[in-house]
């Protein structure tokens, strides 16, 4: 069925290290996916989204990849600091028009000083 | 410049009980949702409104309606409220399609039935 998932829940690094946080999806039909970040007693934050048609897609000290072929996104934080802490989703919007978004369950992200 | 805002921001029912989350926003965004996420999980889609006088219902529609009273405004209500209903509820807006994908999301609110 159709899902977008994450491969690991928690992820710790080091401070000043660089993190990757992956998401795997399984419907290719996806328009755009997108990277959300929480923090504790917040509501989603956006980071960055990509379209289906792209590969690579760079912001502040954040990139995302997307490889359709194996359908894997990932999202890159460059030299991390405290304030990357947090949990971070993907999601993707799989119809054009239609404004369904789905979330992945979460990867928590904890920056180790 | 607000945002999307939520209230109430905690609230605390009874089985059986009825009660309305409130949702504005401010950015003059066509499409509005209502999210639930309970722990440790994502954020799973109620209702949405792609505009004006429009609903439609997400993945968890059950035990919830929804009413978008104006272009600002989307609330949603909990008409007999149950203990499967205690959760963070999440209030987002976003513009027309192609103008970005940015979602704004409220601030959240927790609301716990007993």
């Known amino acids: 069925g159709e899902s977008v998932g994450l491969h690991l829940p928690t992820l710790s690094v080091q401070e000043g290290d660089n993190s990757i946080i992956n998401c795997a999806y399984s419907?290719?039909?996806?328009?755009?996916f997108i990277w959300y970040k929480q923090e504790s007693g917040k509501g989603p934050q956006f980071i960055i989204d990509i379209r289906s048609n792209m590969d690579k897609r760079q912001g502040q000290r954040v990139t995302v990849l997307l490889n359709k072929t194996v359908k894997h996104l990932s999202l890159q934080i460059a030299a991390t600091q405290p304030g990357d802490s947090a949990v971070y989703f993907c999601?993707?919007?799989?119809?054009?028009?239609?404004?369904?978004?789905?979330f992945g369950t979460g990867t928590r992200l904890t920056i180790i000083p | 410049n607000a945002g999307v805002t939520q209230t109430p921001k905690f609230q605390v029912l009874k089985t059986g009980q009825s009660m309305t989350l409130q949702c504005a926003q401010d950015m003059n965004h066509n499409s509005m949702y209502w999210y639930r996420q309970d722990p440790g999980m994502g954020l799973r889609l109620i209702y949405y409104?792609?505009?004006?006088?429009t609903t439609d219902k997400g993945e968890v529609p059950n035990g919830y309606n929804v009413s978008r009273l104006n272009k600002r405004e989307f609330s949603l209500r909990l008409e007999s409220a149950a203990p499967s209903q205690t959760s963070v509820y999440f209030c987002?807006?976003?513009?027309?399609w192609g103008t970005g994908n940015t979602i704004y999301f409220g601030e959240g609110s927790w609301l716990t039935v007993v």
């Open positions: 999601a993707e919007i799989k119809n054009f028009g239609n404004e369904k978004l789905t």
């Open positions: 987002a807006s976003r513009a027309l």
């Open positions: 409104s792609a505009s004006e006088g």
């Open positions: 419907n290719s039909a996806s328009d755009y």
